[in-house]
């Protein structure tokens, strides 16, 4: 069968990857891909962005089978889109994506079906909420309300630095983000201390299967030093989610949350992503919610996914999910994401890229930011490149991932050389 990954992100590289290896599939196509899967024989790179022309083209093309990467389509509609005209697809519907592309509806969401998360007031206003930030204190969180590219959230360590932030997402509007009424607006919430993990699964409107647990690295720098970005790296499985973490999560936040959304007219179908912050008893608490498999967590995931994600995602479209078991291979999967010169702020384009590896079973430099023209590969966005290997422990897979990002280069190239230290402090 013929399939289609909507994106261009070292998430959806992963996906096709994973994907073509499927004796079921005889084509994997990525609209609009990058770089990496330009050069993936395997793999075919459409030019389509617009989620109308991309339906038109996946029916002629005889589609059987398409699954959405990242934010900005589902937050389109594509998949209300392609299920509109018989497409089978597998993600949420624009509806049911709000509870990523809308903080303050996700907020309101869960306060509403009591699942943990912490406090929070919303603010058009920008005198209201510099006296919320004044009232709540410091440390505080301060999110855009609406898509910025996972950089839309400030964890400000001082009440300067959140005033700061109210000013930049609400008065400046900087991120150029719009919530769904239009105008800026933002959430501020209470900081929540303990350690993150990042909890995804597969649904598909009623039945829930968990994928390998995961953690992400969001701040910039070594030792969770600067700010905060989409994800500098990440690895599989994460200690600190341990069973009975896992069993809490699945009880207190993944199932109310699939019922809850069922109950309110909205059922959930595809990826979602539960962004935790677990503290010292073990108690999880919702983050923030995404309606896709995080970035750059699907690199280590997929490497370790043994199962065929073909059969996997057909069963989520069929709400066979209930059918399926996991199988994962048993050792440390561990992605080290290197990142243009200036990113996040302002990453530089243009770079070339070089000393790329061949892609091997057990090491791949899954492409996200960037370019294939005219055998040359280059740099196109803030996050490059995710160098994703697997190895018996933490500490090899760690050294393995380094030693071959230290052969790839691009100028200023900037990447964390302390990816998994969390596991080996654990």
């Not at 204190?137 to 964890?155: F, H, M, R, S």
């Not at 000013?167 to 209470?190: P, Q």
Request: charge should be negative; include cysteine; glycine fraction near 10%.
């Amino acid at each position: 069968m013929k399939v289609l990954v909507i994106g261009g992100g070292g998430r959806e590289h992963a996906m096709a990857w994973k994907l073509s290896q499927s004796p079921k599939v005889t084509k994997v196509f990525v609209a609009p891909g990058n770089g990496g899967t330009a050069l993936n024989s395997k793999l075919e790179n459409v030019a389509i962005t617009d989620v109308r022309e991309l339906r038109i083209w996946a029916q002629a093309e005889k589609i059987s089978l398409s699954v959405v990467g990242p934010e900005a389509p589902l937050a389109a509609g594509v998949v209300d889109e392609f299920r509109a005209h018989g497409l089978r697809v597998f993600g949420p519907t624009q509806a049911a994506a709000q509870l990523e592309s809308s903080k303050a509806f996700s907020k309101a969401f869960m306060r509403r079906h009591g699942i943990p998360t912490a406090d929070y007031d919303t603010f058009t206003d920008p005198v209201a909420a510099h006296a919320f930030v004044d009232r709540l204190g410091a440390p505080i969180v301060i999110k855009a309300d609406g898509l910025a590219a996972g950089k839309g959230v400030v964890v400000a360590m001082t009440l300067k630095e959140a005033h700061d932030a109210v000013d930049f997402m609400l008065v400046d509007n900087k991120y150029g983000v719009t919530h769904n009424e239009g105008g800026a607006r933002v959430v501020i919430e209470a900081f929540l201390e303990g350690e993150e993990a990042s909890f995804i699964v597969l649904c598909d409107g009623k039945n829930v299967l968990a994928l390998a647990t995961s953690q992400d690295h969001k701040r910039l720098k070594d030792g969770d030093e600067g700010p905060n970005t989409g994800g500098m790296g990440a690895y599989s499985p994460a200690p600190v989610v341990t069973a009975d973490v896992h069993a809490r999560a699945m009880r207190e936040i993944i199932l109310p949350t699939i019922r809850g959304m069922e109950k309110d007219g909205i059922p959930y179908t595809g990826f979602l992503y539960a962004g935790l912050m677990i503290d010292a008893k073990g108690q999880p608490k919702t983050l923030e919610f995404n309606c896709r498999m995080g970035d750059p967590e699907t690199q280590p995931i997929l490497m370790r996914l043994k199962s065929d994600l073909a059969d996997v995602l057909g069963a989520g479209v069929d709400g066979k999910l209930d059918q399926i078991e996991l199988q994962w291979d048993r050792r440390t999967a561990l992605g080290v994401v290197m990142a243009a010169h200036g990113y996040p702020e302002n990453p530089r384009k243009g770079d070339t890229i070089t000393g790329l590896p061949a892609d091997a079973d057990d090491a791949v430099a899954f492409h996200a930011g960037t370019d294939l023209k005219d055998g040359v590969v280059s740099v196109t966005g803030g996050r490059v490149l995710c160098v994703t290997v697997l190895a018996d422990s933490v500490k090899q897979a760690q050294q393995r991932a380094y030693d071959v990002a230290r052969n790839i280069h691009f100028d200023g190239a900037q990447y964390r050389r302390d990816i998994g230290f969390r596991a080996l402090k654990g």
